[in-house]
């Protein structure tokens, strides 16, 4: 697939993007290129491969969820200069 100058236009409206009119014919080279390197990847036979999510065979193993209790809060509202309830207190500033 070719870019031309249509195809860029419409990149840069989708993109929120301006290229620069000087820069323009390279960026239509590069673009091509890239999309050509994806046609190559395209044409693999990848019929014999099984998809890889894991680097591990079997999954990631999984820790067993077990609730602990902690005093993180209590130790972070110690420095605040004002809290109420496990709450932060700050001025209001919406009125």
Known sequence: MQ???TLLTKLEKLSSLKVESDKRRE???QLSEILSFAGILD???LSASR???SSREGGTPL???VSVSSDVIETILKNAPMSSEHFFVVPKIIE
Do not use: F, P, S
Request: aromatic content about 0%; proline content about 0%.
């Open 3 to 5: 870019i031309d100058d």
């Open 27 to 29: 960026i239509e080279g």
């Open 43 to 45: 044409e693999l036979d």
């Open 51 to 53: 998809a890889v999510v």
């Open 63 to 65: 820790r067993e969820d």
